[in-house]
């Protein structure tokens, strides 16, 4: 058996239930893994002693936390706002393309056009009807390219969530008929909490030069583009959507229920088909990714689902006469189903088993 | 969204403001919960409680009229105090002074040797945090802060095994800038 990598060894150090049980038995067997563990020990515990702060143990007892509230209330009663860069995480919607659901319109913008007019005015080329899983290895799906790595993205209207008081208030926000969960699963209690976000959308232009640079960087050669491809426009557009969550005081939430307006994109400009051609005769995107894209690109309502094959188990099931798409993480640590019906997605995910999220998405009211 | 902040403790209210610029209802709420986490998060870059409090107050007011979600908010005001003091010891202000001050109102340095040896170690600590990848210092004091693999892993954006490969790195990088800059006694 192949050895487990240093980054599980250092996790069995801190979290060893987060780690197989595979690699735990390996482990407490293997006398050259054995050795590296008290390797990573030793740094850890160096890098712990270098990290101490001396109040860390009693560090809420010795931080006044009233004087830091009145200080910040102050300033904020004075006009203060702080430096936006300071705190801002860099890129919201770079973060929420690297988001497999989102990437994907990205990437079947591109890829998925359907049966297009050749019109100057902006045109739906697509429309999530059905959500379908593009299964590679994580060595491929890292491999796949954003979608700025084509063109300019530039976001015209952000994902701004909030949180609102109960699904009326979701309902009412965002115009959905909010999914309620007729019973919960065993260990999971209380009410949720309701956010909500708007419609985001997104203007993406394709650049040919930044294409050919992306091509070089993977040592390929992006060959010449059709004519007409440079400087096409597409616009992305999602939502309004609401989420309820079920988190009972834990970092990650028990069971989460997600309802979105579906992905759609318009273009103007070349035929789409030619886009998708064009892309899927990069080097970029692995063969088989690009295999399983092409099986499904040609009606332009497949919302595709990038999931990695070493860490979930992707199946399929029906939710009341829909077709939806099921994933399991392979440790059992969660589990999600996803489906779009009349352009609606609506997913159900949690720390559950297959069988308790596809309940609960079959008996959403 | 309501534009005044919770009447609580005897907290500052708010005026209302255009909701764009609201101050979020929770603030007091998550700040009650989260500010030592945030300030012993900075603390483990910079050294010290003073200029780690100064860090959180960045940092809670660039969260007082932002639109993240209250389910989010320890994560992203963990990993907003790492990047903040991280960018602070990259830009070296009030470095100078404050060491000069060697008070940092947390520690009792029992005499002046201890002091020394202690300002001399957290510099080093602090020269190499900040000679480190940017992604791998902040897993690195995220879980030294008590995150999960879990937590750092919606923080940061990461799978949670990766979590386990970008702390290792971090730990091994942060040893050797250690030994590398190792007092030659």
């Given at each position: 058996?192949?050895?487990?990598?240093?980054?599980?060894?250092?996790?069995?150090?801190?979290?060893?239930?987060?780690?197989?049980?595979?690699?735990?038995?390996?482990?407490?067997?293997?006398?050259?893994?054995?050795?590296?563990?008290?390797?990573?020990?030793?740094?850890?515990?160096?890098?712990?002693?270098?990290?101490?702060?001396?109040?860390?143990?009693?560090?809420?007892?010795?931080?006044?936390?009233?004087?830091?509230?009145?200080?910040?209330?102050?300033?904020?009663?004075?006009?203060?706002?702080?430096?936006?860069?300071?705190?801002?995480?860099?890129?919201?919607?770079?973060?929420?393309?690297?988001?497999?659901?989102?990437?994907?319109?990205?990437?079947?913008?591109?890829?998925?056009?359907?049966?297009?007019?050749?019109?100057?005015?902006?045109?739906?080329?697509?429309?999530?009807?059905?959500?379908?899983?593009?299964?590679?290895?994580?060595?491929?799906?890292?491999?796949?390219?954003?979608?700025?790595?084509?063109?300019?993205l530039a976001v015209t209207s952000k994902i701004e969530v909030r949180q609102v008081a109960?699904?009326?208030?979701?309902?009412?926000?965002?115009?959905?008929?909010?999914?309620?969960?007729?019973?919960?699963?065993?260990?999971?209690?209380?009410?949720?909490?309701?956010?909500?976000?708007?419609?985001?959308?997104?203007?993406?232009?394709?650049?040919?030069?930044?294409?050919?640079?992306?091509?070089?960087?993977?040592?390929?050669?992006?060959?010449?583009?059709?004519?007409?491809?440079?400087?096409?426009?597409?616009?992305?557009?999602?939502?309004?959507?609401?989420?309820?969550?079920?988190?009972?005081?834990?970092?990650?939430?028990?069971?989460?229920?997600?309802?979105?307006?579906?992905?759609?994109?318009?273009?103007?400009?070349?035929?789409?088909?030619?886009?998708?051609?064009?892309?899927?005769?990069?080097?970029?995107?692995?063969?088989?990714?690009?295999?399983?894209?092409?099986?499904?690109?040609?009606?332009?309502?497949?919302?595709?689902?990038?999931?990695?094959?070493?860490?979930?188990?992707?199946?399929?099931?029906?939710?009341?006469?829909?077709?939806?798409?099921?994933?399991?993480?392979?440790?059992?640590?969660?589990?999600?189903?996803?489906?779009?019906?009349?352009?609606?997605?609506?997913?159900?995910?949690?720390?559950?088993?297959?069988?308790?999220?596809?309940?609960?998405?079959?008996?959403?009211? | 969204?309501?534009?005044?902040?919770?009447?609580?403790?005897?907290?500052?209210?708010?005026?209302?403001?255009?909701?764009?610029?609201?101050?979020?209802?929770?603030?007091?709420?998550?700040?009650?919960?989260?500010?030592?986490?945030?300030?012993?998060?900075?603390?483990?870059?910079?050294?010290?409680?003073?200029?780690?409090?100064?860090?959180?107050?960045?940092?809670?007011?660039?969260?007082?009229?932002?639109?993240?979600?209250?389910?989010?908010?320890?994560?992203?005001?963990?990993?907003?105090?790492?990047?903040?003091?991280?960018?602070?010891?990259?830009?070296?202000?009030?470095?100078?002074?404050?060491?000069?001050?060697?008070?940092?109102?947390?520690?009792?340095?029992?005499?002046?040797?201890?002091?020394?040896?202690?300002?001399?170690?957290?510099?080093?600590?602090?020269?190499?945090?900040?000679?480190?990848?940017?992604?791998?210092?902040?897993?690195?004091?995220?879980?030294?802060?008590?995150?999960?693999?879990?937590?750092?892993?919606?923080?940061?954006?990461?799978?949670?095994?990766?979590?386990?490969?970008?702390?290792?790195?971090?730990?091994?990088?942060?040893?050797?800038?250690?030994?590398?800059?190792?007092?030659?006694?």
């Amino acid at each position: 058996m192949r050895h487990p990598s240093d980054g599980t060894l250092r996790r069995l150090l801190d979290e060893p239930s987060g780690v197989a049980g595979t690699d735990r038995d390996h482990v407490a067997d293997c006398a050259s893994c054995l050795s590296g563990l008290a390797v990573v020990q030793e740094d850890a515990e160096a890098a712990a002693s270098a990290l101490d702060i001396r109040f860390a143990a009693d560090v809420e007892l010795i931080v006044d936390v009233d004087a830091g509230w009145h200080r910040l209330a102050s300033a904020i009663a004075g006009g203060e706002t702080g430096p936006e860069t300071a705190a801002d995480p860099p890129g919201r919607w770079r973060t929420k393309l690297r988001n497999p659901v989102v990437a994907i319109v990205g990437v079947v913008a591109l890829l998925g056009g359907a049966g297009v007019a050749a019109a100057a005015d902006w045109f739906q080329i697509f429309r999530a009807e059905k959500v379908a899983p593009v299964t590679a290895p994580r060595a491929d799906l890292v491999r796949l390219p954003e979608l700025d790595a084509f063109g300019d993205l530039a976001v015209t209207s952000k994902i701004e969530v909030r949180q609102v008081a109960d699904a009326a208030a979701a309902g009412k926000a965002t115009g959905l008929s909010v999914p309620r969960v007729s019973r919960l699963p065993r260990g999971v209690t209380g009410e949720p909490a309701y956010r909500v976000g708007g419609k985001a959308s997104a203007l993406f232009t394709f650049s040919m030069a930044k294409t050919a640079q992306t091509v070089a960087a993977a040592g390929g050669k992006a060959p010449p583009p059709p004519p007409g491809l440079d400087g096409s426009r597409f616009r992305l557009g999602a939502g309004p959507g609401v989420v309820a969550a079920w988190s009972q005081g834990r970092p990650v939430p028990a069971l989460i229920v997600v309802r979105a307006v579906a992905p759609t994109v318009y273009s103007s400009g070349v035929p789409f088909e030619t886009a998708r051609d064009y892309l899927l005769s990069l080097p970029t995107v692995p063969e088989n990714v690009k295999a399983q894209l092409r099986a499904f690109t040609g009606t332009g309502t497949t919302l595709p689902l990038f999931v990695s094959v070493e860490k979930m188990k992707a199946s399929t099931a029906d939710v009341r006469g829909v077709p939806a798409t099921v994933l399991a993480a392979r440790d059992g640590a969660m589990a999600g189903v996803i489906w779009a019906d009349d352009g609606v997605v609506t997913a159900v995910a949690g720390s559950l088993s297959a069988r308790e999220v596809l309940s609960v998405a079959r008996g959403l009211r | 969204m309501a534009g005044v902040a919770e009447r609580k403790g005897g907290g500052v209210a708010v005026s209302d403001r255009p909701s764009r610029e609201a101050v979020r209802a929770d603030l007091e709420e998550v700040f009650r919960a989260a500010y030592p986490r945030v300030v012993a998060v900075a603390a483990r870059v910079l050294g010290s409680r003073d200029e780690a409090e100064d860090v959180a107050q960045e940092v809670f007011l660039a969260f007082a009229r932002s639109s993240v979600p209250a389910g989010e908010a320890g994560g992203w005001l963990s990993v907003a105090a790492a990047h903040t003091a991280l960018n602070q010891l990259r830009s070296g202000r009030r470095r100078a002074s404050r060491e000069e001050a060697a008070d940092d109102g947390g520690t009792v340095c029992p005499d002046v040797a201890d002091t020394v040896v202690t300002l001399d170690e957290r510099r080093r600590v602090r020269a190499a945090l900040a000679r480190l990848p940017r992604r791998q210092a902040v897993a690195l004091v995220l879980r030294h802060s008590g995150l999960s693999y879990a937590e750092v892993a919606a923080a940061l954006d990461l799978s949670p095994g990766s979590v386990g490969t970008t702390v290792r790195r971090a730990e091994s990088a942060l040893r050797e800038e250690l030994n590398r800059h190792a007092p030659s006694e």
